[in-house]
C-alpha cells in the first residue's frame, strides 16, 4: 500500500485520467473472470472475519464497498469482489444509453487527495446493464456478491417526466440488485440536483418503487443519494420523505461544487468533514431502523471508524481505492473486523 501512492503520484498522475481509469477497468474485468480471482479474493482481498446480517438479504463480509462511478458498465463486479470489496455498487445507470459530457471531463486534485469530474452519467443503458447482471447472477460466485445499483435520469428527460426515467430503470434492473439507489445528486446533469426537492424526490421514489414491484422485486432496498451541498434543513427534510415513503436509507454523500476548480464535482479528502457531518445528522432523525451509506474522504483506518462512530451502517470508497491502490478495501475491511463492537 506504500509503494503504490508514490506510483499514483510520480506516474500515473502523468497520464490521461479517463484512459487510465478505462484500462484499469478492462484489466480488473479481465482479471475478474480469471483463475486468479478467487485466489486474491483468499488473500490480497481478504476482508477478515466480519460477517455482517440484517442489513441486506444477503451477508456481508465487511463494511467497505465501491462507491458508483467507479463500473458504469456493471462489468467489473467480480474482479472488485476478489479485491476485498464488500459490495460493489455500479452506476449510475439511465434508462437509455448516453455518451455523457464532452472532454475532458476527469480531473486530478492531487494536492487535495481528490479527483473532479463532470462525466454525465455516461453508460450503456439500463438494457446492457442487466444483461450483464443477468450472467452474473448466473454463477453460484456471482449470486453471493452484494451488489448495488445506482440509477438516474437521461440528460435530455424533462424534470417532469424524470419519474419514468427511474421507474424504468427499477422495472430493468431491480432484479438483479440486491439494492436501488436513486441518483438525484450528481451535478452533471442539468437540473438533476433540483429533483432533491422534497417532492420532486417524492414522485421519484413512489416511480422507483412501482417499477422494481413490475418486475416482481418489490422488496429490493431502496436508497436515495443526496448532495454534501445541501443545507441542514433540506436533508432534514430527505430524512423525513425517507420515513414517509417508507425507503430503506440513505447514501451520503456524493461530490461537491463548492471549490474552485472548475466545472463538475469533487470528490475525495476535501468531502471529509461534511460527509460526517451529514451522516450524523440523518441518523438524529432516521434512527437505528434506516441505510445509511457513509461516502466521502475515506482514505484511513480512522477515516472508517470517524464514519461508523457518526452512524453509517456501511461505507462506500472510490477517490482512495485510485489514489492508494488495490489493497485498500481488504485494508479497511480488515480493520473494521478487528473494531470492537
Not at 477478515?48 to 465487511?62: C, H, N, Q, V
Not at 467480480?78 to 460493489?88: C, K, P
Request: glycine residues 10%; contains cysteine; aromatic residues 4%.
Amino acid at each position: 500500500m506504500h509503494i503504490y501512492p508514490m506510483i499514483y503520484r510520480h506516474l500515473l498522475s502523468r497520464t490521461d485520467p479517463e484512459k487510465a481509469h478505462t484500462y484499469a477497468m478492462k484489466a480488473i474485468s479481465v482479471f475478474g473472470r480469471s483463475p486468479l480471482a478467487p485466489l486474491a479474493s483468499h488473500t490480497v482481498g481478504r476482508r477478515g472475519s466480519e460477517t455482517i446480517t440484517g442489513i441486506f438479504t444477503k451477508p456481508l463480509p465487511g463494511r467497505v464497498g465501491l462507491a458508483a462511478g467507479q463500473d458504469k458498465k456493471a462489468a467489473a463486479i467480480e474482479g472488485l469482489d476478489a479485491l476485498g470489496f464488500a459490495f460493489v455498487e455500479v452506476g449510475t445507470i439511465t434508462p437509455e444509453p448516453q455518451p455523457g459530457n464532452e472532454q475532458p471531463r476527469l480531473w486530478r486534485v492531487i494536492d487535495e487527495g481528490a479527483l473532479r469530474n463532470r462525466m454525465g452519467f455516461n453508460n450503456e443503458g439500463a438494457q446492457a446493464a442487466a444483461a450483464r447482471l443477468k450472467v452474473l447472477r448466473m454463477t453460484p460466485r456471482g449470486r453471493k456478491i452484494v451488489v448495488g445499483v445506482n440509477i438516474g435520469k437521461n440528460k435530455w428527460t424533462s424534470p417532469e417526466d424524470a419519474p419514468k426515467d427511474y421507474e424504468k430503470c427499477a422495472s430493468i434492473l431491480a432484479p438483479y440488485a440486491d439494492y436501488l439507489v436513486i441518483n438525484v445528486s450528481s451535478p452533471n446533469t442539468p437540473g438533476l440536483r433540483d429533483l432533491q426537492a422534497v417532492d420532486s424526490l417524492r414522485e421519484i421514489a413512489r416511480a422507483t418503487r412501482a417499477g422494481a414491484e413490475q418486475a416482481g422485486a418489490g422488496s429490493v432496498p431502496i436508497l436515495v443519494k443526496i448532495a454534501p451541498d445541501l443545507a441542514d434543513e433540506d436533508i432534514d427534510a430527505v430524512a423525513h420523505m425517507v420515513i414517509e415513503e417508507k425507503l430503506d436509507g440513505v447514501v451520503a454523500t456524493n461530490t461537491t461544487i463548492k471549490h474552485e476548480h472548475g466545472e463538475g464535482g469533487v470528490s475525495g479528502a476535501p468531502l471529509r468533514e461534511r460527509a460526517l457531518e451529514v451522516v450524523s445528522r440523518l441518523r438524529s432523525i432516521l434512527g437505528r431502523d434506516y441505510i445509511i451509506i457513509g461516502v466521502g474522504g475515506i482514505f484511513t483506518t480512522h477515516d472508517t471508524d470517524a464514519m461508523i462512530s457518526a452512524g453509517a451502517d456501511l461505507i462506500e470508497i472510490l477517490t482512495s481505492f485510485i489514489t492508494e491502490g488495490p489493497l485498500l478495501p481488504g485494508h479497511l475491511n480488515r480493520a473494521l473486523a478487528r473494531r470492537p463492537v
